[in-house]
Nanobody
Framework: QVQLVESGGGLVQTGGSLRLSCATS????????MGWFRQAPGKEREFVAAISRSGAGRIYADSVKVRFTISRDNAKNTVYLQMNSLKPEDTAVYYCSADRTFGLSDPKEYDYWGQGTQVTVSS
């Protein structure tokens, strides 16, 4: 069982930045590809970004490409999401996820999830 704990959410103005962190309990963190998803009220959970086990591979949703950067520190068992140039439409609960397969964008394919952290971007 892999436990994921997100942090770093909050309230920020349009154009601002936030960095989300996701700490894991996995002793074999480097065996898992990691993903970030988000869910706004009344909407389905949507893919944001994913990173391969080594960190060499990264993919992004078109809506966040250039503005967001996913990274990981395998020594600290932590994955990050740096979010810049935030927009009101980025407002959502952001979830961290883990799976042994890299490149997944369907939330149904991920095995493990965190509890989420709220990001609110004011206009």
């Amino acid at each position: 069982q892999v436990q994921l704990v997100e942090s770093g959410g909050g309230l920020v103005q349009t154009g601002g930045s936030l960095r989300l962190s996701c700490a894991t309990s996995a002793r074999t963190f480097s065996s898992y590809a990691m993903g970030w998803f988000r869910q706004a009220p009344g909407k389905e959970r949507e893919f944001v970004a994913a990173i391969s086990r080594s960190g060499a591979g990264r993919i992004y949703a078109d809506s966040v490409k250039v503005r967001f950067t996913i990274s990981r520190d395998n020594a600290k068992n932590t994955v990050y999401l740096q979010m810049n140039s935030l927009k009101p439409e980025d407002t959502a609960v952001y979830y961290c996820s883990a799976d042994r397969t890299f490149g997944l964008s369907d939330p149904k394919e991920y095995d493990y999830w965190g509890q989420g952290t709220q990001v609110t971007v004011s206009s």
